[in-house]
Structure formats: structure tokens, C-alpha cells
């Protein structure tokens, strides 16, 4: 298994236009999470999958974002209309759960898509 | 709700010293996991250590350990025999109900 990917690593584009992230998970992980993360900050939560079924959204993610995942395999994260502000590194993560609680969900990250608005 | 808080944004230390990265959290739940992430400048997140709420003993991982102090809610990160690839940031991180909660990152700079 070669780990988590995303495609593609860098977008530029205008402001105005839509663009769409790609993430496959590690193959045998149900979970998926997207995050967003701003230079010197932490990765923000966006948004978390299990299997295919989107189960949580943060209320960073605007009514111009929008993921999938239709099959529990990949998914795709779309940002319409872009803006300035939205001009961040984009996250995707996969884990499986490791114990009934769920405590010990470690999540393993791809390299990330980052992204530039001008 | 849950927080994690890490307080110093920038941190030197000689190679091949020791270092402690500082972490506490905030979180009402009974049980919760804590952990530990590397990005160097490539961007890529890497996972270091994981600390369960019901763990005794403090998790370690080779050069990496994690002084998990409960009644403190403080889970800092120990990195022994710092090398000059241990450059970079460092997360801590708390899973919540259905995501997981980041720090703002701790910059680590290994002096040769």
C-alpha cells in the first residue's frame, strides 16, 4: 500500500473559478477526513466520511464547498466560485477504527494539495 | 469543547540534546485519544506517538515519548538524541466525536 494521495499538489487558478481536489485513502481505511490549513495554523476539520456517507461538516465549510465520496473509496472535494481567502494547503486523511471506543483512530495524512487564488 | 493548546511557537535545541514540546488539551469527554504529528517543510503530516485516555503507562515510539500527565490534561512531547532531520513543525492533536482537534504547531530548529 503506498499510503494516501491527493492530485494534485498544486493548483493555481483565478478568482471566480471552480477546482476539484482528488484523495484516495489507504485502501482498507473506511474513514476519511478533509482539512484545511492557513500558513503558521493547524490543520482545520472540513469535513469526515465513513464509507460513504458524510457524517460531519464544519461550519468553515460554506455553501461553496462540497465533497463526496461515492463508492467509500476516493473523494473529491470541490471549491466553487473561489476566493482569496480560500488560498490554503488541503488536507486529506484515512483511518480505521482501532479499538469499540474509537480512541486510538489514527489518522494518516497525504502530502496535501495546495492551493493558490489570484 | 474540545481545545489544544500548544504555547511555544518556536523552539531551538543542539543536536543530539533533548527536547520537551509542550501540549495541553481541553475536553469533558471520559474518553479521548492524544497524538503527535511532524510536518517538515514538504507539507506532508507525519505520524509520531498516540496516547489513549485509559493508557497507564506514557506511549513511546524509539527517540519519541509522550509525558501523559491526565489530572494536568498536558500530553508533551519528548524527542531524546535530537537530530538535524528533527526539524520541523509539530502538532498535537486530540480526536473528538467525529473529527479531530489541531494545535497551532510548535517549530522545531535542531542546531548542529
Known amino acids: 500500500d503506498t499510503g494516501v494521495s491527493q492530485d494534485p499538489r498544486h493548483k493555481i487558478t483565478k478568482r471566480g473559478q471552480n477546482v476539484t481536489f482528488r484523495c484516495d485513502p489507504i485502501?482498507?481505511?473506511?474513514?476519511l477526513y478533509w482539512y484545511r490549513q492557513t500558513l503558521g495554523q493547524g490543520p482545520e476539520f472540513l469535513t469526515y466520511?465513513?464509507?460513504?456517507?458524510?457524517?460531519?461538516k464544519s461550519r468553515l465549510l460554506s455553501d461553496r464547498f462540497s465533497a463526496e465520496r461515492p463508492k467509500g473509496s476516493f473523494s473529491t472535494l470541490e471549491i466553487q466560485r473561489t476566493e482569496q481567502g480560500d488560498s490554503a494547503m488541503y488536507l486529506c486523511?484515512?483511518?480505521?477504527?482501532?479499538?469499540?471506543?474509537?480512541?486510538?483512530?489514527?489518522?494518516?495524512f497525504g502530502p496535501g494539495t495546495r492551493l493558490l487564488v489570484l | 469543547a474540545q481545545k489544544i493548546t500548544q504555547t511555544q511557537p518556536g523552539m531551538f535545541v543542539q543536536e543530539k540534546e533533548a527536547v520537551t514540546l509542550d501540549c495541553t488539551y481541553d475536553?469533558?469527554?471520559?474518553?479521548?485519544?492524544l497524538f503527535w504529528y511532524k510536518q517538515p517543510s514538504s507539507g506532508e503530516m507525519i505520524f509520531l506517538i498516540y496516547?489513549?485516555?485509559?493508557?497507564?503507562q506514557n506511549a513511546t515510539e524509539g527517540r519519541y515519548s509522550l509525558n501523559f500527565q491526565k489530572a494536568r490534561k498536558s500530553a508533551n512531547l519528548v524527542i531524546s538524541a535530537s537530530q538535524l532531520g528533527d526539524s520541523a513543525m509539530y502538532f498535537c492533536?486530540?480526536?473528538?466525536?467525529?473529527?479531530?482537534?489541531f494545535g497551532t504547531g510548535t517549530s522545531l530548529t535542531v542546531i548542529p
Open positions: 486523511a484515512s483511518s480505521s477504527r482501532m479499538r469499540p471506543s474509537g480512541e486510538q483512530e489514527t489518522q494518516y
Open positions: 485502501s482498507e481505511h473506511n474513514r
Open positions: 466520511f465513513q464509507n460513504e456517507a458524510q457524517l460531519e
Open positions: 475536553t469533558s469527554d471520559q474518553s479521548y485519544g
Open positions: 496516547q489513549g485516555s485509559y493508557d497507564e
Open positions: 492533536a486530540m480526536r473528538g466525536y467525529h473529527q479531530f482537534y
